[in-house]
């Protein structure tokens, strides 16, 4: 997984030099999640480190074919725009994980350097909004 943010307490996070770091092709995802499903899987959690490497349209094929294989969806891919959680429901995609440590502002931007909790809040509104589930994860 490749990480563009820094959160203190992520072992994911981007200055940790001690993850190996990768990312699958669209078509590699759809594949594992299809042998998941002849598993007995009824549900899949896409989760990624936050980053620009799949488009929209990307995103939007991924889910649609994971939809077509008849499984819930569990997106977790960090801080998107409005237009893109909306493309993800339109998509298919079922729930949106989206941490959330702490609703104070000043411990939340310490824990998360470089980020906004108005734009977490704003992420878990639109979410609200569209009517797309969203789980919190402690």
């Not at 994911?12 to 078509?27: E, G, H, I, Q, S």
């Not at 990307?58 to 891919?77: H, N």
Request: hydrophobic share 35%; proline share 1%; glycine share 6%.
């Amino acid at each position: 997984m490749v990480c563009q943010q820094n959160c203190y307490y992520c072992g994911l996070r981007r200055d940790n030099a001690n993850v190996k770091r990768y990312w699958l092709k669209p078509d590699a995802i759809v594949e594992l999640v299809r042998k998941a499903q002849e598993y007995g899987y009824k549900t899949v959690v896409l989760q990624s480190g936050e980053n620009d490497v799949y488009t929209i349209t990307d995103m939007q094929c991924i889910i649609s074919k994971i939809k077509e294989l008849g499984l819930a969806l569990t997106l977790s891919v960090g801080e998107k725009t409005r237009l893109e959680y909306e493309a993800y429901k339109q998509a298919g995609a079922d729930r949106y994980l989206l941490r959330i440590e702490t609703t104070d502002a000043k411990i939340y931007e310490k824990l998360h350097p470089g980020m906004s909790f108005k734009n977490r809040h704003r992420c878990l509104i639109d979410l609200q909004e569209l009517g797309m589930r969203w789980v919190q994860a402690v």
